[in-house]
């Protein structure tokens, strides 16, 4: 006990120290006068050979072949520890230091990191859980799953994340707490590293790692750790719109899971343009307003907007870098963001006119902000400029405070938000804090729903159960809708894997789905959004750690997994053959059937009657002015389109995937087809067409 209690001394000591440290980086040193000031502080903790215990035996390691040991696999290396949990935006925010860290300082220069999940909610301490963020997140160092948080009590760390250095030898060099020490880690890093190469101490040995990356599903013709969900009404009828986030991607389908758009992925990165152009980095909320689509690029800290008609990505703020600003009013892309996390888009009236505006759950600084999309004149008739992107609810400060200023209020966390625009509220998941809240979208009132905890500084009031107000218990909701017709709140309890149902007015939460609730066919694995269409009897689930999108029908009693399969992007170049063929549809609109047939010019190749010969849409040319009602089939069933209102010229790409075979010998072929279809006057409103494509 009497050595706990030193090395917990010593952690507090390098804590102040840090502290010390972080304040001198911030002056005007040279960076030799900070490397000299770090490595006297090496040099005198390592001298205190204040070396800490090993992992306890036993525990499920993640990204490695077998457990670690600090006295012998990590013997000779600068270790850094990361105590994170994963639900915490703060530990996320470190993720993207130590990604710098590892690509400048490789296991072979002597740096290993290795992840210390000390889980603050029940459902983050299930390993098959953990196995998914670390997948999600993209980890690639050694994770360690410490449920009874041994070495983080031994230690005597106190709050998420806190990083802590060690030795050559497992000693205690240097502590950091809290977000925000890229370049003092850095810079302590690479000091130790030299230091103790210096005296022979660093090792250039391997670690058995094994990425577990390689468990997910393969390609991208399924959907990836899908998160938010928004129905979008347009001429075509009612489409649901998807963040396929671990494909870093937006999809557009229609109810029955038939795919419209694909835009951006599936690598991340941070560019506008056209559908194919453009890309995003794991985002997460999704909101429509007509034919537009308002996306919350949570790891680039942007806003972006897809717009439909024009098929262009174009970021309407933040700059692609996390900012520290708790108050922002910069326009558009001069304002820093952090970690947008949902959207939803306010219809606010004022002098007979409705002007719409974003609001934001800005998950990174625990509070919401306002994107104003025109001029508007809102709170206490202040003017906003179109553009204008601030901070409206919210201290910054994590908690569960409730005010009627709503700059005084306290956010842990927002990670969903829908509109009751019957109600005049917003209505907000605040997932830290396990709680359902509200804000009067006329005075800016905050106020409690359900869940969480009376004291606003009590953040693990969480658990499952049924209730009224703060009688209920949630864990770490993240997706919320309100239904129009129904006049509630549909919520994901995400970490109890349920959907629930909340009303407004009493308080009252009851679960709905989930758990085996009503019969056994209705499990989630952290359902993070939720999407409703009201007149068709609808509830969409993005059920996250299954990687699937479910369909509840309300009335029908049933559930299903959308059956969405993404067509293949394909490029011109990846083609020999490519066929062009004209035809005319009215321009009142219209229904094209087309049926191919595959000729010959080699007399002795015919296609092979017992393998697939398949078409498949090519949604490179996709556009809102027609759909198709499949998007392959097999080559001896039609293609059938349908055409909406227009006077315009639309290419339509087939890819006819082929297999031939003459006598000895069998070859796959794939065709391009580009189907010219003009809208006239005077046309048919229905053409079945017959196209004899010759193969050379």
Known sequence: MEQNMNVQDIVEELIEIGMEIAKSQSLELSINRKEELVLRHIKAFSKKESRIIDFQPGLEWFNVAEGLSIYQHLKGKIVILDFFTYCCINCMHVLSDLDVLEKLFSIQDGLVIVGVHSAKFSNEKNSKKLLSA?????IKHPVVNDTKMSMWRYLGIVCWPTLVMLGPTGELLAVFVGEGHRDELIIHVGVALTYFRSLNKIHTNDIPLQLAQHLLPVGTGNILFPSKLEMLQNEQGESLVIADTGHNRILVTDTTGNVQHIIGGPNPDFKDGDFET???NAPQGVSTFGSLIYVADTKNHAIRKIDLMRRIVITIAGTGSKGHDYVGGKIGKDQVLSSPWDLAVYKHKHDNNITPILLIAMAGNHQIWA???????WWKNKKYNEGTCLAIVGSGTEENRNNTYPHSAGLAQPSGITIAEELKLAVFADSESSSVRSINLQTGQVSAICGGSRDPLDLHGYGDLDGVNYSVKLQHPLGIAW????????ITDTYNHKIKIINVTTKHCKTLYGGGIPHDIYLFDEPSGIAISPEKGLIFVADTNNHAVKMIDTEKGNI???????PIIEDDNNYKNIYFFDTTISETGGKLNVLFSINFSDRDLKLNSD??????????TNSTR????ENCGELSSPINLKFFKGNETHEVRVTLDIVACKTTECISKKLLVVYRVHQVPDASTVV????KVIVK
């Open 134 to 138: 670390v997948q999600r997140y993209n």
């Open 278 to 280: 453009a890309k995003f």
């Open 371 to 377: 994107l104003f999309l025109e001029d508007t004149i």
């Open 483 to 490: 239904h129009p017709k129904e006049k509630i709140i549909y």
């Open 560 to 566: 299903i997994t959308l059956p969405i399969s993404v």
């Open 611 to 620: 393998a697939p010969q398949r078409w498949a849409m090519n949604l490179t």
């Open 626 to 629: 027609w759909i198709a009602t």
């Open 688 to 691: 079945n067409e017959k196209r």
